[in-house]
Antibody, heavy 117, light 107 residues
Framework: QVTLKESGPGMLQPSQTLSLTCTFS??????????LSWLRQPSGKGLEWLAS??????YYNPSLRSRLTISKETSKNQVLLKFTSMEPADTATYYC??????????WGQGVMVTVSS | DIQMTQSPASLSASLGETVTIECRAS??????LAWYQQKPGNSPQLLIY???SLADGVPSRFSGSGSGTQYSLKINSLQSEDVASYFC?????????FGAGTKLELK
């Protein structure tokens, strides 16, 4: 049973950097062809893929690449996401999900992030 | 990026009815398509992958079909627990992209 849980600040001010952590269990990023992704969803809107770690490589949405950094702490079963220069338009629920390059099999519960002064 | 056009944006149906949700890709995605269900306040859950394969634990009243650029999700015999939003996702081309969603309500 794969479980994922996101954690991070609920609110931050414009221009600040968002740091999110996804802690997972029931699987391992050490296994080949395993990946973990970050996505987001503004309230009442659709989903947007942000970034993924897969087979020790990092992948980013080209439209946001300059602002995103994804990394992993294998020993802690965690994947981190840093998102710089946050704006009110980045207000959304941020999800981590298991998978890359295919369907997302498992999702965390999501963490709501509000960007406001 | 591949654009995913999902229709309708909202849908009202009666219990026991059959409903169909469509997703059109801006180019051929070779059946690399998934469908998700998202109930209010919850995270998305995988229903269908590879256009027509049912994910583990998903009731058989859900089915997916299509090829090329045109895909559909069908729900037979609508149940009250099917009230949710539904999203399609293409994973044929980088970056993955999603449809805007269909909100399904009971009539």
């Amino acid at each position: 049973q794969v479980t994922l849980k996101e954690s991070g600040p609920g609110m931050l001010q414009p221009s600040q950097t968002l740091s999110l952590t996804c802690t997972f269990s029931g699987t391992s990023l050490s296994t080949s062809n395993m990946g973990l992704s970050w996505l987001r969803q503004p309230s009442g809107k659709g989903l947007e893929w942000l970034a993924s770690i897969w087979n020790n490589d990092n992948y980013y949405n080209p439209s946001l690449r300059s602002r995103l950094t994804i990394s992993k702490e294998t020993s802690k079963n965690q994947v981190l996401l840093k998102f710089t220069s946050m704006e009110p338009a980045d207000t959304a629920t941020y999800y981590c999900a298991w998978g890359y390059g295919g369907p997302f099999d498992y999702w965390g519960q999501g963490v709501m992030v509000t960007v406001s002064s | 990026d591949i654009q995913m056009t999902q229709s309708p944006a909202s849908l009202s149906a009666s219990l026991g009815e059959t409903v169909t949700i469509e997703c059109r890709a801006s180019e051929d995605i070779y059946s690399n398509l998934a469908w998700y269900q998202q109930k209010p306040g919850n995270s998305p859950q995988l229903l269908i992958y590879d256009a027509n394969s049912l994910a583990d634990g998903v009731p058989s009243r859900f089915s997916g079909s299509g090829s090329g650029t045109q895909y559909s999700l069908k729900i037979n015999s609508l149940q009250s627990e099917d009230v949710a939003s539904y999203f399609c996702q293409q994973y044929n081309n980088y970056p993955d992209t999603f449809g805007a969603g269909t909100k399904l309500e009971l009539k």
